[in-house]
């Protein structure tokens, strides 16, 4: 009920490509989907989040767009460089809580030069 | 110093060894956060410390034992290891009690952990 299914554990992307990382979760009681990045030697950071309410927030080059009734959201980014070269983590929050993080697995994201 | 800082960032130690991890947040919250990260799998959460006060623990074994003696301090103390305890140990804190708005964790960068 808490887990959060996260996709492809690995992806490599030419620069200027646009990788796309989805997540899927079954706890209704979410409302709150940060994702996070993560470099070598780092803390995961976080990266964008959405509110169910909408069904895309877009900051800078980084896109969610979210389905509600499939309960999946993704992240996108649009002409990736080199350095957005990371691992990047979906994540989910109940409803009134900062404390119940629930992280997918992550995705290791290769952009080449 | 700022954010999140997290002391030794690595640590190398025997099963028999006890060692402990240190972590301060400078960002005035009232919330701290173990977690534990392992290649290929989610971040486990650990403890939570809400006021000082344990709120959580996700059924971590004994030889793990938290202590947060204020509200910008967090300690691991380890003891008695087994090499699967190896990994990278994180350290993140949030302000609680905040309606709607961010609710974000802030992460140090971690102990890297092994276990010999």
């Known amino acids: 009920q808490q887990q959060v299914k996260q996709s492809p554990q690995s992806l490599i992307v030419q620069k200027g490509g646009i990788p796309i990382i989805n997540c899927a979760y079954e706890n209704t009681a979410f409302d709150y989907f940060p994702w996070y990045q993560q470099f070598p030697g780092k803390g995961p950071a976080l990266l964008i989040a959405?509110?169910?309410?909408?069904s895309e927030k877009k900051e800078g080059r980084f896109t969610i767009s979210f389905n509600k009734s499939a309960k999946q959201f993704s992240l996108h980014i649009m002409d990736s460089q080199p350095g957005d070269s990371a691992t990047y983590f979906c994540?989910?929050?109940?409803?009134?809580?900062?404390?119940?993080?629930?992280f997918g697995s992550g995705t290791q994201l290769t952009v080449l030069p | 110093e700022t954010g999140v800082t997290q002391t030794p960032r690595h640590l190398v130690m025997g099963m028999t060894n006890k060692k402990s991890l240190k972590c301060e947040q400078h960002?005035?919250?009232?919330?701290m956060y173990w977690y534990k990260q392992s290649a290929k799998k989610p971040l486990e959460l650990m403890f939570v410390y809400n006021f000082k006060e344990q709120t959580e623990n996700n059924s971590v074994p004994s030889r793990f034992s938290p202590e947060c003696p204020n509200s910008s301090h967090l300690f691991l103390h380890l003891h008695t290891l087994q090499p699967e305890d190896s990994a990278l140990y994180l350290c993140?804190?949030?302000?609680?009690?905040?309606?709607?708005?961010?609710?974000?964790?802030?992460f140090g960068p971690g102990t890297r952990l092994t276990v010999l």
């Open positions: 993140a804190s949030s302000q609680e009690g905040t309606s709607g708005g961010v609710r974000e964790q802030f």
């Open positions: 959405i509110r169910p309410d909408v």
């Open positions: 994540a989910a929050l109940p409803s009134g809580s900062a404390r119940q993080l629930t």
């Open positions: 960002l005035g919250h009232n919330a």
